[in-house]
């Protein structure tokens, strides 16, 4: 696996090790998949959605099952990444099949993500649009770093460190938000949140989503 820099929080360049989430990438999704059960989609409302999610602590049989379900059900709603508690699941865990702006294929886990603060020297920012399948139908510009490191465990416990760019950097940033209890349009301005769920309301989901009582 190649070493890469990143920088500290001073801006001072490190070299750290980051995890391979690009090898037999599309190998490692399909035997995720098969394994789960899709499940339908909370959606915002549902108050999981709207909090800190626990500490993942057990990193065994339960994990991994809920980690091959999440696979499953990000395919069925044709998601590149999906949180637990958009499957309802009161955990800091999440899920990837995502490509960089290089076309590149990266899939993976992660469990109890941090994202690296950036200094600001490396903080260019992109405001490409964003969306959410716990926000069906709905897309906003929002600018984020276009490059983002997130450490965490992997699904037996590992400290792993996951580094991406572009496209990928934003999947990153947007999941770790979700288990912290934000949505990408509680980023938005009043407005554009508004515009948000209006075209949310004006589509019909094209996967399962669980109804908000």
């Given at each position: 696996m190649a070493q890469?820099?990143?920088?500290?929080?001073?801006g001072e360049q490190r070299v750290d090790e980051f995890v391979d989430d690009t090898t037999d990438a599309a190998e490692r999704e399909s035997a995720h998949r098969e394994r789960g059960t899709s499940r339908p989609?909370?959606?915002?409302?549902?108050?999981?959605?709207h909090k800190e999610c626990q500490d993942v602590t057990e990193f065994g049989d339960e994990l991994a099952q809920l980690i091959d379900d999440m696979f499953a059900s990000q395919r069925?709603?044709?998601?590149?990444?999906?949180?637990?508690?958009?499957?309802g699941v009161d955990l800091k865990v999440f899920v990837?099949?995502?490509?960089?702006d290089n076309g590149v294929r990266h899939v993976g886990a992660v469990c109890n993500p941090v994202l690296d603060e950036l200094p600001a020297a490396r903080r260019m920012l992109d405001d490409s649009n964003e969306g959410c399948l716990s926000v069906?139908?709905?897309y906003a510009e929002?600018?984020?770093?276009?490059?983002?490191?997130?450490?965490?465990?992997?699904?037996q416990g590992n400290p792993i460190s996951v580094e991406g760019t572009g496209y990928f950097a934003r999947?990153?940033?947007?999941?770790?938000?979700?288990?912290y209890g934000y949505l990408y349009i509680d980023r938005l301005?009043?407005?554009?949140?508004?515009?948000?769920?209006?075209?949310?309301a004006e589509q019909e989901p094209r996967y399962p989503v669980v109804a908000n009582d």
């Amino acid at each position: 696996m190649a070493q890469q820099p990143v920088f500290d929080q001073d801006g001072e360049q490190r070299v750290d090790e980051f995890v391979d989430d690009t090898t037999d990438a599309a190998e490692r999704e399909s035997a995720h998949r098969e394994r789960g059960t899709s499940r339908p989609i909370t959606v915002v409302g549902n108050p999981v959605l709207h909090k800190e999610c626990q500490d993942v602590t057990e990193f065994g049989d339960e994990l991994a099952q809920l980690i091959d379900d999440m696979f499953a059900s990000q395919r069925t709603a044709e998601g590149v990444g999906l949180a637990a508690n958009q499957i309802g699941v009161d955990l800091k865990v999440f899920v990837y099949d995502c490509p960089d702006d290089n076309g590149v294929r990266h899939v993976g886990a992660v469990c109890n993500p941090v994202l690296d603060e950036l200094p600001a020297a490396r903080r260019m920012l992109d405001d490409s649009n964003e969306g959410c399948l716990s926000v069906p139908g709905a897309y906003a510009e929002l600018a984020r770093p276009d490059y983002a490191v997130v450490r965490g465990q992997d699904a037996q416990g590992n400290p792993i460190s996951v580094e991406g760019t572009g496209y990928f950097a934003r999947c990153l940033q947007h999941e770790t938000d979700h288990l912290y209890g934000y949505l990408y349009i509680d980023r938005l301005s009043k407005r554009e949140r508004k515009g948000a769920l209006k075209q949310m309301a004006e589509q019909e989901p094209r996967y399962p989503v669980v109804a908000n009582d």
